[in-house]
C-alpha cells in the first residue's frame, strides 16, 4: 500500500534512522550527531566516561529509555562502544578509553565515589570527617576507594587522612598522548557528520570546538583525557 504521508521518513531523518531506499538525501540528513539530543547524550559520554543509563540520562537530561536508544544509535555508527561493568552497561566513546581501564572509570565515576576523589585531589591529606562531610559521601564509599587503590589512607593519631593513590596520576599522564589522538578523532567524527568542526582550542585535556547544525552552530567543551578526573 502507498504511503500517504512523509512524516514517517521525516521523523526517520530527524532521528538519523536510515533514510528511504532510492532517495538521496544528502550527508547532513544521513548524521547521527545531527540530532540534537544524540549529540547532547555523545557529549555526555565523553564528559563522563564510563557512564551508565541513568548517570546519563541526569547528565544529558534525557530519560533512559531514549538515552538508551541513542547510545544504540551511536555505538551502531562506531562513536560509542558499549561494555559491562558488573551488573551494568556503560558506555564510552570509541578511542578514548583501553578497554581494561573502563571498568575503573566506571568505579571511581559513579555519584557516590567521585567527589571524594575530586577533594581528595584537591586538598590532600583531609581527615575522614573533613573528606566524608565536604564530599557528601560515607565512610564505606571511601574504604571501596582505597581497596581499589585509587585513594591511599595514612594514620595520623586517631586519624585517617586520604591522599590520591599514585594509580591516578600515573594514568594520567600514560593517557596524555592517547588524548591527542582522539582529539583528532573526534574532529574526524565531526567532519565526517557533515558538523563543519572549527577546532577552537586544545590543553591536553579538553578540546573545545565549534560545529555546525543546520542553519545553527554550537561550541562543545569536550574531555579528551578521562584520567583528568578534577576535571569531569
Known sequence: MA??????????????????SGRDIGPAAESVLMND????????????????????SRAAGVAPPSV??????????????????GNRSVFC?????????????AFIGERSRLPAV???MERPGMAQ??????????????????????????????????YPAPLLAQKRELYEKRARRFRQKL???????????????????????RVTLGTRTESLRLLCNPFALEKF
Not at 570509541?94 to 571498568?103: F, K, P, T
Not at 564530599?135 to 585517617?160: E, T
Not at 574532529?187 to 582550542?201: A, N, V, Y
Open 68 to 85: 538508551l536508544w541513542h547510545a544504540g544509535r551511536l555505538a551502531g555508527r562506531g562513536a560509542v562502544v558499549r561494555s559491562r561493568s
Open 118 to 120: 575530586r577533594l581528595a
Open 37 to 56: 539530543t544524540r549529540l547532547r547524550i555523545f557529549c555526555s559520554i565523553c564528559n563522563r566516561p564510563g557512564s551508565h543509563v541513568r548517570e546519563l
Open 187 to 209: 574532529l574526524s567524527l565531526f567532519q565526517e557528520e557533515g558538523l563543519s568542526p572549527e577546532e577552537q582550542r586544545y590543553d591536553r585535556t579538553f578540546l573545545e570546538v
Open 129 to 162: 570527617s573533613e573528606l566524608t562531610g565536604g564530599a557528601g559521601v560515607n565512610g564505606h564509599a571511601l574504604g571501596a576507594l582505597a581497596s581499589r587503590g585509587v585513594l591511599s589512607v595514612v594514620r595520623d593519631g586517631r586519624h585517617r587522612r586520604y
Open 93 to 105: 566513546p570509541a578511542g578514548m578509553v583501553e578497554a581494561g581501564d573502563i571498568g575503573l572509570l
Open 3 to 20: 504511503q500517504k504521508s512523509g512524516l514517517g521518513s521525516a521523523l526517520r531523518r530527524m532521528m538519523g534512522g536510515a533514510p528511504p
